[in-house]
């Protein structure tokens, strides 16, 4: 019986903790296998890839979402700016894309080590609400599972995402301190001086922050289609509100 009751206490000292809402903000470089699947549940996976950075002591992150080509290089990049309150038990993000004209506004909140979310958005294929759960598992690695309405909640596709999440030994690499070739011309002549560039220089932006310097929103800049054309797009979000502002500068 006493070799027993030690076993137990041993087995207790070594488990991991599984993750709730008090874990610490931790950069992370994270492969990910991504598979959506249609209306007629046809299914079409990736290679992708997230980075995790970590602000105003663990009450903000960024990931950067990047999905991999044949060749090795990001063919995609979007990015999940994420405010906590205080004790993280709440979160709210906002979701954005390089290139691609939608975003997503998305309040989360921890039940146990679930990370559960609730989504109001748009991208080319229409206006969407969406649900989407993350697991937090022994290790790193995470599972996320996303459904996805397209008629104000009447039917939903589930599962619209999964997603398989692998944590890396890799650190993240610094913030790009320049803008891509591609955005150089004009980029900077768009945006002001202060704030950050990412999503390997090709998107701007800026933590807002109170009086005691806790981030309250974020504003994101990046081309964005617009009447068949492209223009460079600011989006102004808040913890409390979601998005408030959209402003559209054209290129020439």
């Known amino acids: 019986m006493q070799s027993i ?3 137990a206490i041993l087995a207790l000292q070594t488990a991991p903790e599984l993750p709730g809402y008090r874990t ?3 950069p992370a ?3 990910a296998w991504s598979t ?3 209306e007629n549940g046809a299914a079409q996976s990736s290679h992708d890839r997230a980075t995790q950075y970590c602000f105003h002591d663990g009450r903000a992150d960024i990931s950067e979402y990047r999905t991999i080509g044949p060749a090795g290089a990001p063919v995609f990049h979007g990015a999940s700016i994420t405010i906590w309150n205080e004790d993280r038990s709440r979160g709210r993000t906002l979701w954005v894309m390089v290139g691609v004209d939608g975003y997503t ?3 989360l909140h921890w039940d146990g080590a679930r990370l559960l979310a609730e989504g109001d958005g748009h991208d080319p294929d229409g206006v969407f609400k969406e ?3 993350t697991d937090f598992l022994r290790g790193g690695d995470q599972h996320f599972e996303m459904s996805r309405s397209y008629d104000g909640g009447e039917t939903w596709r589930t599962p619209f995402n999964i997603i398989e999440y692998l944590k890396t030994l890799a ?3 610094p913030l790009p301190q320049e803008w ?3 955005f150089s011309p004009f980029a900077s002549r768009l945006t002001p001086e202060d704030g950050m560039i990412f999503l390997d220089g090709n998107a701007w932006g800026r933590f807002e922050t109170d009086k005691t310097g806790a981030p309250t929103g974020f504003s994101f800049a990046s081309l964005a289609p617009k009447d068949g054309g492209w223009v460079w797009r600011t989006l102004r979000w808040s913890f409390e509100e979601g998005v408030v502002s959209v402003e559209d500068e054209p290129l020439n």
Do not use: M, N
């Open 29 to 31: 470089v994270l492969e």
């Open 5 to 7: 009751f030690l076993a």
């Open 36 to 38: 959506g699947f249609d």
């Open 131 to 133: 649900k989407w759960a």
């Open 171 to 173: 650190t993240p690499p």
């Open 180 to 182: 891509s070739a591609q």
């Open 105 to 107: 506004d998305i309040k």
């Open 24 to 26: 610490e903000c931790e």
